[in-house]
Structures are given as C-alpha cells and as structure tokens.
Antibody, heavy 117, light 107 residues
Framework: QVQLQESGPGLVKPSQTLSLTCTVS??????????WSWIRQPAGKGLEWIGR???????NYNPSLKSRVTISVDTSKNQFSLKLTSVTAADTAVYYC?????????WGQGILVTVSS | DIQMTQSPSSLSASVGDRVTITCQAS??????LNWYQQKPGKAPKLLIY???DLETGVPSRFSGSGSGTDFTFTISSLQPEDIATYYC?????????FGQGTKLEIK
C-alpha cells in the first residue's frame, strides 16, 4: 500500500520560502510511470493544483504560481519536494502531496503551513 | 485554463435519498473527469475516475456519468457516512482544475 507523508515547517515568515517534502513509502517513486503532485487548500476553501513532477524530473506547474514554484525529486530517497518563494498570507493553506497521472489516487494527510510574522 | 463549475455548492438531504451533483467544464474535456470525497480534516479520496469508473473499494451507491462539458455524480441512497464535501476535477488539460466543491449535509 503506497503511503505519502508531507513534512516541513508549519510556520513561514512573509517574503520567505516555503519548503516541503513528500516521502513515499510502500512503493518506489520511480516505478509505474506516475507523476507526483502538490495540491493546496486554504482553510474553508477549495483545492488548487500547484504542479507535478515525474521520476525523470520533468515538471508542470500551474501558471498562477509558476514564477514562484519549484518541484524537485530525489529518487534515491523516494521523495519529492516543493519550494514556493516570496510567500504571503495568501499562501497559508493545507498542502497535500499526491500520486497520479490525471487521477490522483493516493494522497498524503496534508500539512498546514501558516505564513505569518 | 479550464474552469469547473459545480452545483449546488451545498446540499441537505435525508438518509436514503438519491443525491445528484453536477459539474460543468468551460470547454470539452471528453471523459477526463474525476470525483473526490473529502471529509473534515482529511485528504480527498478518489471515488470516480474517467467520469464513470468506480475506484476499487468504493461502494456501488456512488456513480458518475457524462462527457464533453456536463457531468453528474450520484449517490443512489445517502448514508450517514457520506457526509462530506465532493469535488470534481478535470485532467484533460494542464493545469488540473477542481470544482469549488459541494458540501453535503444530513437533513
């Protein structure tokens, strides 16, 4: 059973960089031809897809965030990561990592990141 | 970007009721449409993929239909454990996009 777990700071100061890691267990991040995505959800609001990466490092980003987002993968650690620069209060949200090409069939439990001084 | 519009935004129904949620895409997305269930404090869970295919382990009271721009999600007989927010998601074009959600409550 594939499991995903987000980790990283729960509090980030405005203008700084949000950095999160998703650790995949129960299967190799390199197998199955999957892409690995980040999605976020502000409190009480809907879901926003941030971007995705495949094991080869090919990425796609949401144009609304593209100038501030970098997603990377470390296949040796079975992890992929998110960096979001120049954060503001509007970036406060629960951040999820998920697996899938099109359909997102496995999700992490989510991590709340608050942007505040 | 493709905009996904769900209706209604909230819905109150009784146990045993048939519940229907609709999702409309701003352009033709064929059948590249998924439905998710999200309970409070939890991650979304995939229920239906490719508009009408039931994810393994999901009860058969859940179903989906549609293609092109108009899609429907149905719960044939509402159960107490179905209380959640439901989202549609298109994956025909990047970026993936979600509907705004339908919050389902028990009457």
């Amino acid at each position: 059973q594939v499991q995903l777990q987000e980790s990283g700071p729960g509090l980030v100061k405005p203008s700084q960089t949000l950095s999160l890691t998703c650790t995949v267990s129960g299967g190799s991040i390199s197998s199955g031809g999957y892409y690995w995505s980040w999605i976020r959800q502000p409190a009480g609001k809907g879901l926003e897809w941030i971007g995705r990466i495949n094991p080869s490092g090919s990425t796609n980003y949401n144009p609304s965030l593209k100038s501030r987002v970098t997603i990377s993968v470390d296949t040796s650690k079975n992890q992929f990561s998110l960096k979001l620069t120049s954060v503001t209060a509007a970036d406060t949200a629960v951040y999820y990592c998920a697996r899938g090409v099109g359909l997102l069939d496995y999700w992490g439990q989510g991590i709340l990141v608050t942007v505040s001084s | 970007d493709i905009q996904m519009t769900q209706s209604p935004s909230s819905l109150s129904a009784s146990v045993g009721d048939r519940v229907t949620i609709t999702c409309q895409a701003s352009q033709d997305i064929s059948n590249f449409l998924n439905w998710y269930q999200q309970k409070p404090g939890k991650a979304p869970k995939l229920l239906i993929y490719d508009a009408s295919d039931l994810e393994t382990g999901v009860p058969s009271r859940f179903s989906g239909s549609g293609s092109g721009t108009d899609f429907t999600f149905t719960i044939s007989s509402l159960q107490p454990e179905d209380i959640a927010t439901y989202y549609c998601q298109q994956y025909d074009h990047l970026p993936y996009s979600f509907g705004q959600g339908t919050k389902l409550e028990i009457k």
